[in-house]
Every structure is written in C-alpha cells, then in structure tokens.
C-alpha cells in the first residue's frame, strides 16, 4: 500500500497567500534555516525580506504567527537574542530565517516590514554593510 505523502500548508498575511508542498521533496534555497519559512517563501517566489541573508544577523524576515505555533521549531537563544531588537515585537513573533515548519501554520508579515530594505530602509547590520560611497 504506498504512503500518503504528507503536505504542508504555509500561509502568509495579509497577501493570503497560501504555498503547498511535500517536506521530503522541497528543494533547499539557502536563504535560512531548511524548511523555515524564508526558505518555503523562497520556493514559491513569495518576497519575505532578508537582509542578511537568512542568517539571524537582522529582523528583517520578522512574522508574527497567527496559527499554528506548535508546528514550528523551538526558538533558540540566537533567535530570541536578535528578536529583542525587532520593532514590533509580540508574544508570537519568530524570525522566518529560523522558524522550521512541521505542520500547517498562518504567519503575518508586519505593515513596517514589507520591503523595509528594498525601499530605502537602513541595514540593521549597522557599520557592517558601509553606505555606498560616491566617491571615484
């Protein structure tokens, strides 16, 4: 008898965008953590800034889960520490670079945080990423 595979249901807020897929078989796109929920925006296309490149240098990727928490990864000391400096902050927020997902969850991407860098917003790396020069 062959097995069920098993599907995952992402939602992201407010775009009400839903992204499905097999755990076993969703490609890595090494932005975050495998299978957080940068890496699933990622896969589908969906825009969930990263400014430092998934890799829990900023807070740029921070959602706040409305459903589903109990389907994420624990949150690690690395992850907590980086959230303290998150605008925004509540009892349900995660950072997508580090949040892996087991199970179907809804998260929302906060007013503030849509395209924050892409618009002109300043690098929370502070002096690491230096301003562009206009000197030549």
Known sequence: MP???KTIKVTFLPEGKTCEFDPETLPYKHHGRPLSLLDVAQNFGFPLEHACGGNCACT???VVVKEGEEHLSEMEDDEADKLEQAP????HSRLGCQ???????VVEIPAWNKNYVSEGGGSQLGDGIPPPSNKR
């Open 99 to 105: 949040a892996i997902v087991s199970g179907d969850v």
């Open 88 to 91: 925004g902050l509540t009892l």
């Open 60 to 62: 740029t990727c921070h």
């Open 3 to 5: 097995t069920a595979v």
